[in-house]
């Protein structure tokens, strides 16, 4: 009886490992080949990533081809490769669709609303300004972020985008990193990575700083945006002054007792801002520029001498819009707009208007103490800013001065009240006694009855059409208050300056494009590389590898 020896299951042992790791090799190297397919399509390149998996790759088949050179063949060659080169060619061909498909629509930033609100598009009102852009005019919308911030702006580029596309070239959109190009930022006047600033380009291609506005970003971008662009259509550039060097408040303190966020509003609304200083202009023989719409005396500190009160004067004589903010000093005996001063008698005997020595106490509509008062009453005739102020808005004085619109006036002026205090309410004359122990109690024979005004209009509709808004607070517009929602202090600031601009008919202040806020409502660049990675790379390659998981085992196990 002849025995079988054992070499030949050795042998068999040794091919089989051989197959194994030659296949291994294999399914390495059609990995690495995937993988650079892959890569090259989302490049468009042979980038570092390109190169390695397609080396892999080679490497792999070689060495399959090398260790096992029959089952390579067989693989190829056999009636299991050629179901499996169908499958996989099939494979192949739709993941390269996929891919090719996605790329373009990615190169293109092609953008597709489906939602029923159209939540996700520029509003109506954005494509009726930006129809009504000139052909010949190119307005720029010009966004800064720094290094750190590019994913936002990634986030922003496709929302401002819209714009570019939207008006057929007539807008367009550029980036700026302040980080490196700071003189270029500070020309612009760069205070927020993320801000945008609307201009338009002179026939030189450059921006016309003068029609510069500055859109900070918060949540009503859109509208700020398209207001912005309708501003410029409008062929005049709104200038607001605001006079310094009183110890008034400042529009560049960005602390809650600046007045920074008036000054945002008004950039938003594309009216440019700038400072004054009249004492300097009085001692030179100068005078407000010729540019200035409104000028505005935020609370200063200190009396306008009677040259200061002339520059003031021949401001108005042109036409010019005069805003006064006045308001009780109690821990001086000296204060602006004091009765008997200069500028006082000249209000009172030009406008009629009259900012009186006493402080407003009003418990009905009081906040807490009687001294922090929600305004009670608005008028509407005469004057739209009261119109404007009407319904459920609240108006917050801190500490306010009783003012008048008196009738001892010129004949050629118009005057009037824009909002009282309740009837119960009362003006307290003894401003020691406040000031020294925070007492005050109504005298009927010292003190004015209410209801008191708070904040009073003229015209001189009939002569030189100069226009005067007094407040009786300056607090109010302060930046503590403008954010604390009262909504009447921003209200009652913007309309009145719009009525002394002469513009209140054609600025909308409160124009609401898209209440969908900041556009933070597309994919990131990041977001929308790993859902690409997912569609066109990941679920493809998992198929893959699992056909060929089963492959092996069908062949070796």
Do not use: C
Request: charged share 20%.
């Amino acid at each position: 009886m002849t025995q079988v020896k054992p070499a030949p299951q050795q042998h068999s042992s040794v091919s089989i490992r051989r197959a194994t790791l030659g296949t291994t090799f294999g399914f390495v190297g059609i990995v690495g080949l995937l993988i650079a397919v892959v890569a090259f399509a989302w490049y468009l390149r042979f980038s570092a990533t390109v190169v390695i998996a397609l080396a892999v790759g080679l490497v792999g088949l070689i060495a399959w081809a090398a260790i096992a050179p029959k089952e390579f063949v067989a693989t190829l060659t056999g009636r299991q490769a050629r179901y499996g080169t169908a499958a996989t060619f099939a494979a192949l061909l739709m993941l390269g669709i996929v891919a090719l498909v996605y790329i373009i629509v990615a190169r293109a930033n092609i953008a597709i609303d489906v939602t029923a609100a159209r939540s996700f598009s520029l509003s109506d009102t954005t494509f009726e300004v930006l129809d009504r852009i000139p052909d010949g005019r190119t307005v720029q919308i010009t966004g800064f972020y720094t290094s750190d911030d590019l994913q936002t702006r990634a986030i922003d580029d496709q929302f401002l985008r819209q714009y570019e596309l939207e008006s057929d070239g007539r807008v367009q959109v550029g980036y700026i990193n302040p980080q490196e190009e700071p003189a270029t930022a500070q020309r612009f006047g760069f205070r927020n990575s993320g801000d945008i600033y609307v201009s338009v380009l002179g026939d030189d291609g450059e921006v016309n700083f003068n029609t510069l506005t500055y859109v900070p970003r918060e949540n009503k971008q859109e509208r700020d945006i398209t207001n912005a662009i309708s501003r410029m259509l409008n062929e005049r550039v709104l200038v607001v002054y605001f006079a310094e060097n009183l110890t008034s408040l400042s529009i560049y303190e960005e602390s809650e007792q600046g007045l920074t966020l008036l000054d945002n509003a008004l950039r938003a609304s594309g009216v440019l801002t700038d400072t004054v200083n009249l004492r300097q202009l009085a001692n030179s023989g100068d005078t407000i520029p010729s540019d200035a719409n409104v000028l505005v005396l935020a609370r200063p500190r200190l009396q306008l001498s009677q040259r200061e009160v002339d520059v003031v004067d021949a401001y108005l004589e042109r036409g010019g819009g005069l805003l006064v903010l006045t308001d009780i000093i109690l821990e001086e005996n000296e204060y602006f707009l004091q009765e008997g001063t200069p500028f006082h008698t000249y209000l009172a005997e030009n406008y009629g208007l009259v900012a009186r020595d006493a402080a407003v106490i009003d418990p009905p509509q009081a906040v807490g103490s009687p001294l922090e008062i929600i305004g009670a009453t608005t008028f509407t005739s005469g004057n739209p800013i009261g119109r404007a102020l009407q319904g459920d808005v609240s108006t917050y004085f801190r500490i306010a001065r009783a003012v008048e619109a008196s009738e001892n006036k010129p004949a050629q002026v118009a005057n009037g009240r824009i909002m009282s205090t309740s009837p119960q309410s009362y003006a307290e004359t003894d401003l020691e006694a406040l000031a020294t122990v925070n007492t005050f109690e109504f005298d009927p024979i010292a003190d004015i009855q209410g209801p008191v005004d708070l904040v009073a209009w003229a015209w001189d509709e009939q002569g030189d059409n100069s226009k005067v808004v007094l407040i009786g607070d300056a607090d109010f517009a302060r930046n503590i208050n403008i954010d604390s929602g009262a909504q009447g202090n921003g209200i009652l600031l913007l309309e009145s300056i719009a009525w002394l601009s002469g513009t209140d008919e054609g600025l909308n202040f409160g124009f609401i494009a898209n209440p969908s806020a900041i556009p933070t409502i597309f994919v990131g660049a990041q977001q929308l590389d790993l859902i690409g990675i997912v569609v066109i790379a990941l679920v493809p390659l998992t198929v893959l590898f699992t056909g060929l998981i089963v492959w092996y085992r069908r062949t070796f196990a």
